[in-house]
């Protein structure tokens, strides 16, 4: 039996700093990056996603960015072997595999080996769950999926009906729990996660400004442009933190003031939902504090110490 493949995952909630930090190790340890944000992979997704720039990317080569169009859901069990690939290939060039993201079932599902069913969708399920969405809201069918798979419902968060819709699905053609119809198998990495973390008042003040920096950049022109080219804010992919909101204030349904600060807060939550996937008590996460600006000194001990074992 081969020994597991070493791989550094760099986790933690929204503006802690991962990207920046992964890449300084990608440089200093020879490794590339195989991208753990959900968002991240569709194109045209730039700067809501906050997505690595070209000079990032050419600064450390990144997989699993850009890989689908925003009207096309890329489901946990797409992302899986896409991401196993990636670190073998990795791993096969004598580079360090360096998991990257905020997406805590992406980052867990690899690490943690789940096997998870390719449960096929039930069309006529689904579009009548679209039907219930339009008519009594999203919320009802959170409430519902609350009901029957609570840990679930809590990860996905109250705004998030697609995500909403496809675990009642899961539910209604298997019966299961998502973590019931979720097998693990041998963990297949020998891993070193690192965890980036700061007060909630730190990661709220830098979420905000770089929201700012966002719409600065081009943000609603970005979302404006995906409107246009026929893809439906506020849906799908496009349900997402920023793209949705702009969405509404594009359709007239509020100020962009309120589009902002609505972005905002909702980032805020996400923040919270980030923290049920990776706990400040989970022993297997080295924390290291951000608060007072990247800790790329310690990081790179860390890692050092963990390649030389």
């Known amino acids: 039996m081969s020994a597991p493949i070493t791989v550094v995952a760099v986790v933690g909630p929204t503006g802690a700093g991962k990207t920046a930090l992964a890449i ?15 968002r991240q992979v569709y194109l045209g997704m730039d700067i809501g996603t906050a997505k690595p720039t070209i ?12 890989i689908r169009a925003p009207d096309e859901p890329l489901s946990l069990g797409e992302y899986l072997p896409l991401a196993h690939q990636a670190i073998i290939d990795i791993n096969r060039m004598g580079k360090l595999p360096i998991l ?16 998870v069913p390719q449960v096929p969708p039930d069309p006529a399920y689904r579009a009548e769950l679209e039907r219930r969405a339009e008519s009594e809201g999203t919320a009802v069918l959170w409430r519902e999926l609350n009901a029957l798979d609570p840990n679930r419902a809590e990860s996905i968060g109250p705004d998030n009906i697609r995500r909403i819709i496809r675990a009642l699905e899961i539910l209604h053609v298997t019966g299961e729990k998502i973590a019931a119809a979720v097998r693990s198998a041998e963990p297949p990495y020998q891993a070193l996660i690192i965890g980036l973390t700061a007060e909630r008042s730190v990661l709220y003040d830098r979420i905000d400004a770089r929201f700012d920096s966002m719409m600065s950049a081009g943000l609603l022109d970005e979302a404006r442009r995906l409107g246009e080219d026929g893809y439906s804010l506020g849906t799908g992919p496009l349900a997402s933190v920023g793209y949705s909101q702009l969405g509404a204030y594009l359709a007239g349904e509020m100020t962009l003031a309120e589009a902002i600060e609505r972005a905002k807060t909702q980032t805020h939550r996400l923040v919270r939902r980030q923290y049920t996937w990776f706990k400040l008590s989970d022993e297997r996460v080295v924390w290291l504090d951000a608060g007072d600006g990247l800790p790329v000194a310690e990081a790179g001990r860390r890692v050092a110490d963990f390649l030389s074992e």
């Not at 000079?55 to 850009?66: G, K, L, M, Y």
């Open 24 to 38: 300084h190790l990608a440089q200093r340890f020879d490794g590339e990056i195989v991208n753990a944000d959900s």
């Open 55 to 66: 000079a990032e990317q050419q600064a450390a080569r990144h997989h699993i960015i850009d």
């Open 100 to 115: 990257c993201g905020g997406t805590g079932q992406y980052v867990w599902a690899l690490l943690e080996g789940w096997q």
